[in-house]
Structures are given as structure tokens and as C-alpha cells.
């Protein structure tokens, strides 16, 4: 992995050109490696590259467009800056002819700087230039002293003491041979060239062995060694070769992988063969540095949502809805054209939380494509709760809220029990006598204090969950059947559940959650209370999952 995440800044902006110098003029033949945008720049870096070699070829190809500037020096400026962000390693642009004067030219080194780009080539070809091995010797040589006065100038402009300039001879490219290249890499070098990049387009590297011969390593020589390709890398060693460019393979290796998989998938129809020959999407997200987004998240983001996982009890059948949950569970029961826990899913996800599990039992294959992490029940018995949520132990840590697969409520509940920092809290719904009309199975709560305007800043916490309104206590509402935890609180719950799978003689047959808050509170803990008014609707029955089609309109 790199060292540097995607989209952060270098550590020192100058540091590149440093590198970069350091490459030019050390006595060992180093390689560039080709890029033409971030991802590629990225996996030249991994491959163990030590500069890119941003190339115009490559570059304007990838654009759709011809090497012949047809894309605005600004535009390539935006695709080095990609590269530049997406790697650690130095970038050698391929500046073309620098497009323009010498004015264009100082310009240009000042932009490429400050996107610490570590140095650039330029040609001396006319603007607009077209790639060598187009017409090569058809095309125009810039004069001399013209391309002499844009080093001078790129070198005048530049900030950086260690910004490299590379002077690219294209003599040979347009048949003018040997003299006038040494003539001119002579004349580049005087103006003040960190390197000579002497080009050819023969097959054999004739006229680069000639050049080098007559050069003597005046100054550091860059080749590009495309159409000599058969050359060993060793003859260019042994003449002092400095660096060389493998120009453009990256680009045409992702030409011939493409084309092949349109022609496959066209011709099959299907995704099947091809997915053996592409890389799993999970080496994309690598790619892009989704590790490091995860971490700063965690780091970054406040702290509730977005480090809070939830795990949501969807393991039952749900049979007071007969016909609906023969071949699925309550959860799963579709309300308003989705299934309620959809519903749920989506509102989890707009309050933040992201990190979701779900325990599935009942006709647990209808949860497999729901986005979400799954755990199989041990139970499918609505009341063993508890039995259900130690099928997935290993979510009881770190901020975390456990709710039900049939309980819909609006975001705010969610976002109001992550505002809340106590190591266990509930949610309250005071309007409980609503719920003791429509007859159906409610956990009621006895609390430290009703809920007033009066004592509106003092906590209030849960005594006790009762189902049974028949013993007269006094009710200060209605569990909606969150938990809230802190890291502490998920701790001190999976110790207590561990405790209870590992003593034998604890039955968790039909203990339920509400069994557990009263369990939690009997060894003293603390559940704060959160008190509230309804948006929430726990859909035990069809006429509650009909109500539930009208939910929050
Ligand atoms: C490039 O990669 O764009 C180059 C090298 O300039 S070449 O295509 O060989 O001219
Ligand atoms: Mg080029």
C-alpha cells in the first residue's frame, strides 16, 4: 500500500523534485514507468516504479483525442494533478513542444510546481506537434535558439530549485542525423538542461548508440526505447544510460485488456467467463484508498453516526400476520412497495449509521441480497431475544444501538440516541396509552421520574420494563425498542451474554430483551432514559403493518 492516502497532500511539497534529480543524476539506469492518470499513476507506484513518466501519447489517447495538443495544456494540467495526488513517487511530464513561447513556458513549469509535479520535457518541435512516430520526418525542428530561450525561461521560472528540465532532441526523428543532434543537445545543455532525451523511431538503437558514443555523458541521456524495443537493457547500462522510458505500455495494455473484454461480453451476453479474467471490484475500492477513507471516518466524522453500528433483530416469523409471513419474515413484509426493513435500512443510513447487522432466522434466505452484514439465529422463537442476539456476539463492541426488524421510526430517533453519551439508553414513547387500546404486546416502563417540562434538564433512567399493566405500577410509557450503547455499555452486554451461554443452568429459552434491561438495571447499571412522542410504529399485525403504509406521510 502507499504510503500517502488518495487526496492528501505531500508530505513537503518539494520533495519529488528531489527525488526526481537525484534519479537523473545518480550513476545507476533507473526506469519510468508510464501513467495517464491517477489509477494508473497508483499501480506504476505499487509496481515499485521510482518516477511516472506522464506521457502525452498516453495521456491525449486516453482523452479520446490525437497526440497533437489537441486537449488545452490545462486540461493535461488536470490529469497530472490526479496523478500527482494518487501517488508518492516523482512525475517527468511530457511537456510537448511547452506549448507555446517561452512565455507558455514559464507559466507552465509554475503550474506544474504547484501541483509538485518533479519535472518536465520539452521538444524541440512547433506547436502544434504531432507524436514522432506520426510523419516524423515531415515534421518541422524548432530553431535552436528559439527552444534554447524556453529552457532558459522554464528555468528562470521555476521555484524549486531541484524542478527538472529535460531537453528532448528530436533530430533523428526528422532525418536531420547525428551532427545536428549533438549540435543541439550541446546547445540545450549550455541553456541549462538537466538531461538530453535523444528520440529515434528506428527499430534498432543504431542512432542512439551513435549519439551516445559522441556524447560521453556530457550531461545525463533519458531514451525511450518503443521501437527498439529488442535492445537488453543491459547495453544501455553499460553505455551510462540515466533513465529509460517505457513510454506508453500501460496505456496500451489497458487498450488490449478493454477490447477483449467488450468483445467477450459482447458476443457471450453474460458476465460469467469475464469475471475470472477482470479484478474483483474489492481491488477498485483498494485502489481508491477506501481503507484510509474508513479510518479517517472513524477519526473525522462525529462521532455517533458514523461510528455506531446497529444490529437489528429480524429473526422472526411474525405470526399474527398469518397469511403475509408464510414465505418470509415479519421483516420482510412489504409496506408502501418495500419491505419494512428497508424501511429501516434507509433510515439508519440517513441518520449516519452505516455499519449495519442483521440477525435472520425465519425464511432467512429472504434476507440475502438486503446490503447488510447477516447472522444466522439460533432461534426463531419470538420471545428468546437474547438467544438471538448471541448469534452475533462479535457486533457487541464499540458505539451501538440493537433494534427490531418491525419497529419503523423516523431518523430523529435514531440521530437523538446517538446525541446521547450514557453507556445504555432507551427511547420512550409517552404516548403509551395509545398503544393499551389497539391490544396488542407492548413493553411498558417504570422510570426514575414521568416525563415533564419541568425537570427538562435532569436525567431520568429506566427502573423497570413491565408487560403486565394488571400489578398497578405506576407507567411512565412505552420501550420503542432501542437500545442505545457506548463502547463500556456493548462490553459489559457481551460479557453478560457470554456469562449467561456459559452457565449452564441459565435458560435464555424466552428471555427477551426486556428481561435484559431489567437484568442490566438489577446489577446496577445505568440506562438513561430519552422520552418522546410517537414517530415510530411497531408493526405487530397486518392492521399495523396497513397503518404502516400511511407511516410518515
Ligand atoms: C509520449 O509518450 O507521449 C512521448 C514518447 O512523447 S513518444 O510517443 O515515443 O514520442
Ligand atoms: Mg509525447
Redesign the pocket.
Known amino acids: 500500500m502507499l504510503d500517502r492516502p488518495v487526496n492528501s497532500q505531500p508530505c513537503s511539497l518539494f520533495t519529488k523534485s528531489a527525488k526526481l534529480r537525484e534519479i537523473v543524476e545518480s550513476s545507476e539506469l533507473c526506469f519510468l514507468m508510464?501513467a495517464h492518470n491517477g489509477l494508473s499513476a497508483r499501480i506504476v507506484e505499487e509496481a515499485g516504479f521510482e518516477a511516472i513518466?506522464a506521457?502525452?501519447?498516453?495521456?491525449s489517447a486516453s482523452l479520446g483525442l490525437r497526440?497533437s495538443n489537441e486537449a488545452t495544456w490545462t486540461q493535461v494540467l488536470e490529469v497530472l494533478e490526479f496523478m500527482s495526488d494518487a501517488s508518492t513517487i516523482p512525475i517527468l511530464v511530457?511537456g510537448?513542444t511547452g506549448y507555446g513561447d517561452f512565455n507558455t513556458m514559464r507559466r507552465l513549469v509554475r503550474k506544474l510546481e504547484s501541483r509538485d509535479i518533479a519535472g518536465v520535457c520539452i521538444?524541440d518541435k512547433c506547436f502544434p506537434k504531432t507524436?514522432?512516430?506520426i510523419r516524423g520526418t515531415s515534421q518541422p525542428l524548432a530553431k535552436i535558439d528559439e527552444f534554447c530561450g524556453k529552457i532558459k525561461a522554464g528555468r528562470d521560472a521555476q521555484q524549486n530549485e531541484n524542478f527538472v528540465i529535460v531537453a528532448?532532441v528530436e533530430a533523428f526523428i526528422a532525418g536531420w542525423g547525428l551532427g545536428e543532434a549533438v549540435k543541439r543537445a550541446e546547445a540545450y545543455m549550455e541553456a541549462g538542461a538537466d538531461a538530453i532525451l535523444m528520440?529515434s523511431a528506428l527499430r534498432n538503437p543504431s542512432e542512439i548508440f551513435a549519439f551516445l558514443n559522441e556524447w560521453q555523458n556530457r550531461l545525463p541521456v533519458v531514451l525511450?526505447p518503443?521501437k527498439y524495443f529488442t535492445t537488453p537493457t543491459d547495453e544501455f547500462r553499460k553505455r551510462d544510460v540515466s533513465c529509460v522510458?517505457w513510454?506508453?505500455h500501460n496505456l496500451r495494455s489497458s487498450i488490449s485488456a478493454m477490447q477483449a473484454t467488450c468483445e467477450k461480453i459482447f458476443r457471450e451476453q453474460n458476465l460469467e467467463s469475464i469475471e475470472e479474467v477482470v479484478v474483483p471490484v474489492s481491488e477498485v475500492f483498494r485502489l481508491q484508498g477506501e481503507d484510509e477513507l474508513a479510518d479517517a471516518e472513524k477519526k473525522f466524522l462525529p462521532a455517533a453516526a458514523s461510528n455506531t453500528r446497529a444490529l437489528i433483530l429480524a429473526y422472526t416469523r411474525g405470526e399474527e400476520m398469518g397469511e403475509l409471513t408464510v414465505d418470509r419474515p415479519k421483516a420482510m413484509v412489504e409496506i408502501n412497495g418495500k419491505p419494512l426493513l428497508n424501511h429501516i435500512i434507509e433510515a439508519y443510513r440517513s441518520a449516519g449509521v452505516r455499519d449495519l447487522n442483521v440477525i435472520r432466522g425465519y425464511r432467512g434466505e429472504c434476507l440475502e441480497n438486503i446490503g447488510c452484514t447477516l447472522f444466522n439465529s439460533k432461534t426463531i422463537d419470538r420471545r428468546s431475544e437474547v438467544f438471538a442476539v448471541s448469534s452475533a456476539l462479535e457486533v457487541l463492541e464499540g458505539n451501538m444501538l440493537i433494534s427490531y426488524g418491525d419497529v419503523l421510526f423516523k431518523k430523529f430517533i435514531v440521530t437523538q440516541l446517538l446525541d446521547c453519551e450514557a453507556d445504555f439508553a432507551v427511547m420512550i414513547d409517552t404516548a403509551w396509552r395509545n398503544s393499551r387500546n389497539r391490544n396488542r404486546f407492548a413493553d411498558y416502563v417504570v422510570c426514575s421520574r414521568e416525563s415533564s417540562q419541568v425537570g427538562f434538564y435532569e436525567e431520568v433512567f429506566l427502573k423497570r420494563v413491565i408487560s403486565d399493566l394488571a400489578n398497578g405500577s405506576p407507567i411512565h410509557g412505552e420501550w420503542m425498542g432501542f437500545l442505545k450503547m457506548s463502547a463500556t455499555g456493548a462490553e459489559i452486554l457481551r460479557k453478560l451474554i457470554v456469562e449467561m451461554i456459559d452457565e449452564n443452568n441459565f435458560n435464555m429459552e424466552g428471555f427477551d430483551m426486556a428481561a435484559l434491561l431489567n437484568l442490566l438495571v438489577e446489577r446496577g447499571n445505568e440506562i438513561r432514559v430519552i422520552y418522546t412522542t410517537g414517530n415510530w410504529l411497531d408493526c405487530d399485525s397486518v392492521a399495523d403493518a396497513v397503518e404502516g403504509s400511511t407511516f410518515g406521510r
Request: net charge negative.
Open positions: 508510464e513518466w506521457s502525452g501519447l498516453s495521456i497526440d511530457d510537448d521538444e507524436n514522432s512516430f528532448r528520440h525511450v518503443t522510458i513510454a506508453n
